[in-house]
């Protein structure tokens, strides 16, 4: 009898244990999602646009901010597109990666100025560099390399006018078909003839997170990866960087269709080296820097958890 009181304490136990660490590990994800969603507030107030941050592995939304406006509003992505204009170029054997491009400016295009934000001094540039920089010239040129029907297919295999299935009823981005040089160019700038919603954006990119996490990206899109970790250590979108924690995202800035003024994109995901989350930021009447800005609070949040929710 006493080795059966024994093991029915044992087993009690271990009940008791399991119980406990099962509860403890809701806890700490309710109290982790709760402090993103605080990061996400906080960072941005008084902003109008969108901010979600979702889970690389699940797709589950963990913190949102105008989860409608990022479901349903229809805006030109800008740079955003950038790495998968790339990703086409290498994967069809149009582009080396080690290839390096002049930046000319300045740059006009079909009446419409385009001139890099990147340093004078950045004068020529590989494909890697290109992400980081986000250099318009070098996309611009290297685009041309892709017909019509192949940039409007590098952007749909991205997902990027297809609902990302995070949100109910959500509007579907639109791509155009482009008619001439100028409008292929425009097209693979972000800057003309396709359409997106914040949402549509943020799943591509966790498309990108999942093969990053996954280890099943294609060895020559290894210039993608690692221009998207760059453009936050030293680029563009620098503005996301988080000390100690290496972070992989990129920026966009376009014109509204209603108006002169701008909005802007970043969307990222961390740790670059395997990835948990995915965050990304749409600010209305901003630039892309402003989004990367809002993110890093994101990020830092995230980075002092040190866990997925």
Do not use: W
């Amino acid at each position: 009898m006493g080795s059966r009181s024994q093991t029915r304490v044992c087993a009690c136990a271990a009940l008791l244990l399991f119980v406990f660490q099962a509860g403890a590990t809701y806890l700490r994800n309710t109290e982790a999602k709760g402090k993103l969603q605080e990061a996400v507030e906080r960072a941005m107030e008084g902003q109008a646009g969108a901010a979600i941050v979702a889970d690389v592995a699940t797709g589950e939304i963990l913190a949102a901010r105008g989860l409608d406006v990022a479901a349903h509003r229809l805006e030109r992505p800008g740079s955003a597109v950038k790495p998968f204009v790339l990703t086409a170029l290498l994967e069809s054997g149009k582009l080396n990666a080690t290839q390096r491009l002049l930046c000319r400016r300045p740059l006009r295009i079909g009446g419409v100025r385009m001139d890099c934000a990147h340093p004078s001094s950045v004068v020529d540039l590989d494909a890697e560099e290109a992400i980081a920089y986000s250099c318009n010239s070098y996309f611009a040129e290297a685009a041309t390399r892709l017909s019509a029907a192949e940039l409007v297919q590098a952007f749909r295999r991205a997902g990027l006018d297809s609902p990302s299935g995070m949100a109910k009823n959500e509007a579907n981005g639109r791509i155009a078909m482009p008619r001439d040089r100028d409008s292929l160019q425009l097209e693979a700038l972000g800057e003309r003839g396709i359409e997106v919603t914040p949402l549509e954006v943020l799943a591509a990119y966790r498309k990108l997170a999942l093969q990053k996490r996954n280890g099943s990206a294609a060895e020559v899109d290894a210039a993608v990866f690692a221009g998207l970790e760059q453009s936050v250590a030293y680029g563009i979108a620098h503005a996301a960087n988080v000390e100690g924690m290496k972070i992989a995202g990129k920026t966009g800035t376009a014109a509204s269709r209603e108006s002169s003024a701008t909005h802007g994109f970043f969307v990222g995901y961390a740790p670059a080296e395997k990835p948990e989350i995915v965050v990304m930021v749409f600010l209305e009447r901003g630039h892309g820097g402003d989004a990367a800005g809002v993110a890093q609070t994101v990020f830092a949040e995230f980075a002092k958890s040190g866990r997925t929710p």
